[in-house]
């Protein structure tokens, strides 16, 4: 077994459970970046602001073919918005209903976040506990030693007690590098949708023509 692995054995149950979550997160964090790229959440959503300025064009076919078959973020809350509009529905129910489509999409956005939160929150924690537990350890054998006790013994005890702190920071600050940028990204595309809501609702009612037109 090479020096990684003499670590590792040293180190004790906890740092395995690091490793574990180390790969769980790396896992996740990929997945997240995979999931947020198919819903454009980086995207500066040209296609849902072109819909929205067909719409207030009147000319909602072009609206329609603009956001058509896109299932981003913004395109899918265009989408839904222009179907919403073209209803028989009063104003306001067109707005919730907008509005349900928009909170039930970014809350789709959001899935996975949670999981990361609670890896910035355990993974220090298990390191500290890790640490703990190797001090104790190192402390109980200084004890047994009694006067004959080697300072070097007990200060390799102390590092390697410490390496599961390090292990814990190590796997803490990428998940809470990757929560914020997600986070970000989610943020600005509930922003962009919202406000692309508002100016088709504020662009006014689909003309008659396009109403017959369906």
């Known amino acids: 077994m090479g020096a990684e692995g003499g670590l590792l054995v040293a180190g004790g149950p906890v740092v395995w459970l690091l490793l574990a979550l180390s790969v769980f997160t790396l896992t996740l964090i990929f997945w997240k970046t995979a999931r947020l790229l198919s819903l454009g959440a980086w995207s500066g959503g040209r296609a849902a602001e072109a819909g929205v300025a067909a719409f207030a064009l009147g000319d909602v076919d072009a609206a329609r073919t603009a956001v058509s078959g896109r299932e981003t973020l913004r395109s899918g ?23 349900r489509v928009g909170r039930a999409r970014l809350e789709a956005a959001r899935r996975g976040l949670r999981a990361l939160e609670l890896v910035v929150t355990i993974a220090p924690l298990l390191g500290l506990f890790g640490t703990v537990l190797g001090m104790i350890e190192a402390f109980q054998a200084l004890e047994a030693a009694g006067a004959g006790a080697d300072a070097a013994a007990l200060a390799g005890g102390i590092w390697v007690a410490l390496l599961t702190t390090a292990m814990g920071m190590g796997v803490a600050i990428p998940a809470g590098v990757a929560l914020a940028w997600f986070e970000s990204a989610i943020d600005r595309a509930g922003t962009d949708m919202e406000d692309l809501a508002t100016r088709l609702f504020l662009a006014g009612a689909p003309p008659p023509v396009a109403r017959a037109a369906e």
């Open 77 to 99: 809350l265009v989408r839904a918005a222009i179907e919403a509009r073209l209803g028989a529905a009063s104003d306001a129910a067109q707005r919730e209903e907008v509005e």
